[in-house]
């Protein structure tokens, strides 16, 4: 039986590779090795997985061969904290997953539609024809707002402008493919003294959970029967001992949702607005299904579908998520016809398993028709993972993309302007935009509703 194929790059420098461009290290290691290898970059012994019967084991084995452990996901606790559900693992993992997940289906969602929509609206509100606007930051100010209303309640003052500024500042410490080293190296992050990234980062991870704590407090003294918030309906949970979450686990939960739910959607709507105004056709087609859709109907935007099939394409092209959660080899097995020892840890390859041939011909174009054509299986299409650690969030995500960029497409008139091509870049453990891409209003295409506050 053949041993599994290895880059015959050095360490260093596949970390190197790795860190800086992620997306050509995994493309040249494909076609060298094929399907199945092992990337070493010093820090790191994984074995990638792109072919889709191969992720469908990968990904249903749970608890059999194969184990789905937090413990990998080390590398994200100075940000989530300990007790996230991305680095809990076996039971606690189980029961934490089925506690967190009802908010996020059901009837709730049309409740967060209607705001997404608002949201969008009071964004864009001092928007006139002739502005210019940044995508990503545009997005990115809608997807913080979405997130701290439907998953906090918060709608104004002063602790939702601070955590707003907060995270952003956060998340921007590790955008560039540089920072990005402080993610694999945590001593990185320690506090080495004021000159060091470390003290900024720690000093306002400081704050932030001296904002959320003091929230969940004040939310547990006073609770309020109606709130479809997230954090309340959390603050509301039990397992089936009857045991809820502690301030910690909850401050940890939230966390997670607002680094996953916000930076990642954020990123994936920027790419929307690039490739809906890249485009000529797709843009036509965008615009004549919007036609004739009334303005005043979120729930709607969702079930359109050449708009479901634009921002299948979106992700499909350039996942934010790179990879899936890793699997560990709980004993010996075989795999692509390589021996899979125990103990060894397999990661999902959801980029090169999007850019696979056989499944999305000409891969490197953009083409949503693609998913009208075409049923794709959750092993084939998976920019939210897949199995244990499937994105609990995904539906809301999907929710927030169509109605955003529904919304946006439909009310405004933009358009590019410059025509060099918006390239990808790691933004962490993410992949984002390199450049954020410029817009101009031509004009509004509808008045908006009004605006009515929230109580």
Known sequence: MSSIPTPPTPQVLQLINWILDPLAYMDTNQRRLGDLFRIRPWVLDWLLVSHPDSLRYLLTHDTQELSAPGEVNAILKPLLGEHSVITLSGDPHRTRRKLI??????????????????????????????????????????????????????????????????????????????????????????????????????????????ILLAEIRERRANPHPNRTDILSLLLLAQDEQGQGLSDQELRDELMTLLVAGHETTATAMAWGLYWAHRLPQVQQSLQAELTSHPNADPMGLTKLPYLSAFCNETLRLYPVAMLTFARQAQQPFELEGYPIAAGEVLVGCIYRLHRREDLYPQAQEFRPERFLERQYSAFEFMPFGAGARRCIGSALAMMEMKIVLGTLLQEYDLALTSHRPALPQRRGITLGLKDDVELVVRAKRSPQPSLVPMA
């Open 101 to 210: 997940m009802p908010p996020f289906h059901g009837d709730r969602l049309k409740v967060y539609g209607d705001l997404m929509q608002r949201i969008t609206h009071e964004v864009m509100a001092t928007v006139a024809p002739g502005d210019r606007l940044m995508a990503r930051e545009t997005t990115q100010k809608i997807s913080m707002r979405v997130i701290l209303q439907t998953v906090f309640g918060l709608y104004q003052g002063e602790r939702y402008q601070r955590l707003e500024t907060l995270l952003k500042a956060r998340l921007d410490m590790m955008a560039k493919p540089v920072a990005s080293t402080m993610i694999f190296f945590p001593i990185l992050q320690r506090d080495w003294g004021k000159w060091s990234p470390g003290h900024k980062i720690q000093a306002i991870a400081a704050e932030i959970d001296a």
